[in-house]
Each structure stands twice: as C-alpha cells, then as structure tokens.
C-alpha cells in the first residue's frame, strides 16, 4: 500500500488531518511533515523529501499544497498522486505581501495570539457548531509552534514563486478539493489547477471553508479515501 505523506498548512501540524489520520492510517502508512525550519518553499520541500519514504501519495492543504507544488518541481518522480486542499499555485499578490511585514513586526513584539487570533484565523473558518473547538486547536496549534515559525513561514509564503507551469506538467491523478466558503482560497483558484492539471478532480466541501479536513471531516476523509483508491 503506497504510504500517504500529509503536509499542514501556516501554523498547523498534525493536528489539521487527525480525523483523516486516524482513518486512513488503519490500512496505510501515513507521514506528517513538519514545516518548520525554513523560509523557502525550495527548503521546505526539500526538507520533506529528505524524510519522505521513496514513493508516496502527497497531500497538501494551504501552504502545505505550496510546497506540494515545489515538491511536483524538485521530484515529480516520488509522487505517485497528489492531493490539492484549498490553496494557491498563484505568487502572493502585492497587497497580501505588504501585510507580512507588520505582522512579522509584531510577532517580533510578543503579539503572536493576537495576529493569530484577531488577523488570520478569523478568515479560516465557516460559521457552524464546531467553529468554536476548531478555532480554539487552531489557536493551540499556532501557540505550540511559536513565533519562529510564523516568521519562517511568512517569509517562505511571501516569496513563493508562481507554480502555474509546474501545474501542467503534473501528470499522476491529482485531487483538488476545497471548502466552498473558503475565502482565503477561492473555489476558482481551484478550478484554475482544475483546468491547469492534465489528470485532476475537483471536489467542493459544502459547509466548510479553509479547513475542510477539521470543518467536515467525514467529507474530506471520504474524497481523500476515493483519490487514494481510484
């Protein structure tokens, strides 16, 4: 069985893909991997291969599907399909770049929760009756990794080149999934790789936004159990 590799996204670890985890590892290996250490998605996915069994299915939601994406670049050849979960193959647009910086800064300052808590993690979410637990592991998330790795992982998001072209020349089975009110990452941004990528699916999570894999678990568990079968 081909061992699954899970990449988490700005400020996640393992804890974004538990449910999946917890149902996919009982007939695969499953690896999460980290994405902590560096401030380039050429290092980040880098780093990943470095540890990454020989072949695998990649799975990547966020930033984890930017470095998904570098990984396409580096070693197309390792993955045997891919997995797309509410991301950007785009550069970061000059508007969104000019807001790491203040944010950086205050990280720098000791402000961490409140760029968590009051700029980013209110933009992941769809109201529903578990955004309040999902907001609060976020929070956890964000709080263990600490403020080095916000600032690695603004710059990395900052200075990401445009993965378009890579995109085309992918050519395994490939799943785009996103949650339909996602408002970070479009449903268009993902019809895009949809019509970028030769052998791609696309499926929309009704009643979640940019964390499908915590907002409706047992939908994206099922996608991601129909990608790794089909």
């Known amino acids: 069985m081909t061992p699954l590799v899970l990449l988490p996204g700005t400020m996640c670890d ?4 538990w449910p999946q985890v917890a149902a996919l ?12 250490d560096h ?20 799975a990547g939601l966020s930033m984890g599907g930017i470095v998904a994406m570098e990984i396409m670049a580096q070693a197309p050849e390792r993955v045997e399909r891919l997995a797309l979960l509410d991301t ?17 800064s205050k990280v720098q300052q000791g402000q961490l929760r409140s760029v968590m808590r009051d700029e980013m993690k209110p933009n992941y979410l769809v109201d529903g009756p578990n955004k309040q637990a999902v907001m609060e592991l976020c929070m956890q ?10 600032i690695r992982q603004s710059i990395a998001l900052r200075d990401r080149p445009d993965q378009q072209d ?15 009110e996602d408002r970070l990452c479009p449903v268009e941004r993902h019809e895009l790789m949809l019509d970028l990528i030769p052998d791609a699916h696309l499926e929309i999570i009704d009643g979640a936004a940019h964390l499908p894999t915590l907002e ?10 129909r990608w790794l079968e089909a």
């Open 39 to 58: 401030d380039t998605m050429a290092d980040l996915a880098a780093d990943v291969l470095r540890h990454a069994p020989q072949r695998f299915a990649l």
């Open 88 to 104: 950007n193959p785009r550069a970061e647009l000059p508007e969104i770049r000019a807001r790491r910086g203040p944010q950086i």
């Open 166 to 180: 890579v995109l085309c020349k992918i050519n395994v089975p490939t799943l785009v999934l996103c949650g339909r």
């Open 141 to 150: 998330m964000a709080m263990d990794l600490g403020p080095d790795v916000f």
């Open 25 to 36: 590892g009982l007939s695969r290996a499953v690896h999460l991997a980290p994405m902590t």
């Open 216 to 225: 409706k678990p047992n939908e994206t568990t099922a996608a991601l159990a």
């Open 14 to 17: 393992g804890r974004l893909y």
